[in-house]
């Protein structure tokens, strides 16, 4: 992105680019990152234990086992909070029947929706307005596009760090589908406890998920679980 600045008494005005900016040009990002990530570390200082579910392959069911595994461990009295990591797809507010909550923000932080047995939740569905809209992105352009990779992170750093969890026994976390999404979560929170690995009984979907396990296990050294094969007979 460039900027314009005066050149002359001519009051032209000519292009600045990146590089003739010196440092970051005074925005503080590494600053304000470094703030934010010491802010996620007391967050998750509260919590017990994290899982992330998992899966390679999409439409297996996480959201199904996220919602039910947190009501689970709900059940047991446990403290639970789940963030919906799906940006793009996010679906447990509808699930956790929470949709249309208005989050509440006070100098501690976002407060987040409470769900059934006290579950606490944070999802992007909390900012969509109707069921249609999609996570767009309006840049400085005209143009418009889903929101993707350093967003994305960005997001799910928010959640984590600017939302009230306070002592929880299990934070889950709601993967969406791809691989790679471990390893996003790795780098947000180093000391992940582990992973469930959902799957579904076809040829295609063990495939893919067993990259995804391989990376977890052999690449993230994140111990996996358990494995669920969702919608067997």
């Known amino acids: ?22 440092g970051d040009g005074g925005s503080n990002v590494a600053g ?39 009501m689970f461990f709900a059940m047991q009295g446990w403290r639970v909070g789940v963030v919906d990591a799906d940006i793009n ?7 956790f029947g929470v949709r249309g909550h ?12 409470i769900g059934p047995l006290g579950v606490q939740l944070m999802s992007m569905d909390l900012f ?7 996570v767009v992105w309006n840049g400085p352009s005209a143009e418009t596009f889903l929101w993707r990779g350093t967003m994305e992170m960005h997001t799910l750093r928010e ?9 929880l026994d299990i934070l889950l976390l709601d993967l969406p589908p791809g691989a790679e999404r471990v390893s996003t979560i790795r780098d947000l929170l180093p000391d992940l406890h582990g992973t469930v690995v959902v ?7 063990h495939l893919v998920v067993l990259k995804s396990i391989t990376l977890a296990r052999d690449l993230l050294h994140t111990p996996v679980l358990g494995l669920v094969e969702n919608m067997t007979s």
């Open 1 to 22: 992105m460039a900027y314009r600045a005066p050149f002359g008494v001519l009051g032209k005005y000519m292009p600045k680019r990146y590089r003739d900016i010196a």
């Open 32 to 70: 304000q990152v470094a703030e934010q990530i010491a802010r996620l570390r007391t967050r998750m200082a509260g919590v017990k234990r994290t899982l992330a579910v998992m899966s390679g392959k999409g439409g297996v069911g996480k959201s199904t086992i996220t919602t039910n595994l947190a």
């Open 89 to 95: 797809g996010p679906s447990l507010a509808t699930m």
């Open 102 to 113: 208005q989050l509440r923000l006070d100098t501690n932080g976002v407060l987040p929706a």
């Open 128 to 134: 969509l307005a109707e069921d249609k809209t999609p």
């Open 159 to 167: 959640f984590l760090s600017d939302v009230q969890w306070g002592a």
């Open 199 to 205: 799957t579904i009984p076809s040829a295609v979907s």
